[in-house]
């Protein structure tokens, strides 16, 4: 069957193809996802030929998957950038990071933690020195939080799960097989440890935010359970994981967090990283420490 078929089959995994189905079109998603958005960058970034780049990019506009955004006129010159459609592709690429850190550079084992030694773990402490584009999430209380913050520090955790005493008919209980995943223990820790030193944080400059991908209202009950200070912001549609290509794992269905934590500058820019957290409470007491040493 030739590919020009597969994008006409019933099928929406074929249809999907007929889009995305090369290497160099997903390395291209990849990129811009991650804020490369002009030529010049997804060109030194790739290390492709400026043909077969053109070609890429001509197609994920021609498919409303990018648009153009003109930053310069003489002479012309556009960013790309993902459209709602394309935004609709992040959820893939995630899916593809996590197979690839659990199949193929992990031992396939299914697990919320890494290895200092691992990919996962290179990855995340890869990200000091970058800045972290605008990210925009929503919060337990419903409203838009960017992940960055307008003025000063902000600590951003990232956990995999964390849920309040579920009634019958509100946020139930965790999923099954959770507590047998290694790493999934200690999120109601790690999220009552910052809240218990969220005032020596400020006292030191910085705010802290938690993320999970998590819906709105799980969080908001668990927030409300806790009585946690700062917010509490879903990454459900896996926007900032996709961004930053931050680790993940899948379990009851979903992508989750691994457990990592982020300190970002006030010019949002990653100036100190942890992963793996073996003791989430004590990893509160060195970000604390790192903070500190740093402003």
Do not use: N
């Given at each position: 069957m030739?590919?020009?078929d597969?994008?006409?089959a019933?099928?929406?995994?074929?249809q999907a193809?007929?889009?995305?189905?090369?290497?160099?079109?997903v390395?291209v998603?990849?990129?811009?996802?991650?804020?490369?958005t002009?030529?010049d960058?997804l060109?030194?970034a790739l290390?492709v030929s400026?043909?077969?780049?053109?070609?890429?990019?001509a197609g994920?506009v021609d498919?409303?998957?990018l648009?153009?955004?003109a930053?310069?006129t003489?002479?012309?010159?556009?960013?790309y950038v993902l459209?709602p459609?394309?935004?609709?592709?992040l959820?893939v690429?995630?899916?593809?990071?996590e197979?690839?850190?659990?199949?193929?550079?992990?031992?396939?084992?299914?697990?919320?933690?890494?290895?200092?030694t691992?990919?996962?773990?290179?990855?995340?402490?890869?990200?000091?020195?970058?800045?972290?584009?605008?990210?925009?999430?929503?919060?337990?209380d419903?409203?838009?939080h960017?992940?960055?913050?307008?003025?000063?520090?902000?600590v951003?955790?990232?956990?995999?799960?964390?849920?309040?005493?579920?009634?019958?008919?509100?946020p139930?209980?965790?999923p099954p097989?959770?507590?047998d995943?290694?790493g999934?223990?200690?999120?109601?820790l790690?999220v009552t440890?910052y809240a218990?030193?969220?005032?020596?944080?400020l006292a030191a400059?910085?705010?802290?935010?938690?993320?999970s991908s998590?819906?709105?209202?799980?969080?908001?009950?668990?927030?409300?359970?806790?009585?946690?200070?700062?917010?509490?912001?879903?990454?459900?549609?896996?926007?900032?994981?996709?961004?930053?290509?931050?680790?993940?794992?899948?379990?009851?269905?979903?992508?989750?967090?691994?457990?990592?934590?982020?300190?970002?500058?006030?010019a949002g820019?990653v100036r100190?990283?942890?992963?793996?957290?073996?003791d989430p409470?004590?990893?509160?007491?060195?970000?604390?420490a790192?903070?500190?040493r740093?402003?």
């Open positions: 030739r590919r020009e597969l994008a006409d019933d099928c929406g995994i074929a193809l007929g889009v995305v189905g090369d290497w160099w079109t390395l998603l990849r990129e811009v996802a991650g804020g490369v002009r030529f960058g060109q030194g290390g400026r043909r077969t780049l053109t070609e890429k990019l994920l498919h409303g998957v648009e153009r955004r930053y310069s003489r002479p012309p010159r556009h960013d459209t459609r394309g935004e609709g592709l959820p690429l995630v899916a593809l990071q197979f690839g850190d659990r199949h193929l550079l992990g031992d396939g084992s299914l697990t919320a933690t890494a290895a200092s691992s990919a996962e773990s290179a990855r995340v402490h890869a990200l000091v020195g970058r800045t972290v584009p605008s990210t925009v999430l929503t919060g337990a419903g409203g838009a960017d992940v960055r913050r307008e003025e000063g520090w902000r951003v955790f990232c956990f995999p799960g964390a849920f309040a005493p579920g009634a019958a008919d509100g139930g209980p965790y097989g959770w507590g995943i290694p999934t223990r200690g999120c109601t790690e440890t218990a030193a969220y005032d020596r944080f400059g910085a705010d802290v935010v938690g993320v998590q819906r709105p209202d799980e969080l908001r009950a668990f927030g409300d359970h806790v009585g946690a200070p700062f917010p509490l912001l879903s990454d459900d549609d896996l926007r900032l994981a996709s961004t930053l290509r931050l680790p993940v794992f899948r379990s009851a269905g979903q992508e989750r967090y691994k457990r990592q934590t982020l300190l970002l500058d006030p820019v100190a990283a942890q992963m793996p957290i073996t409470a004590g990893s509160v007491a060195e970000m604390l790192e903070l500190t740093l402003t």
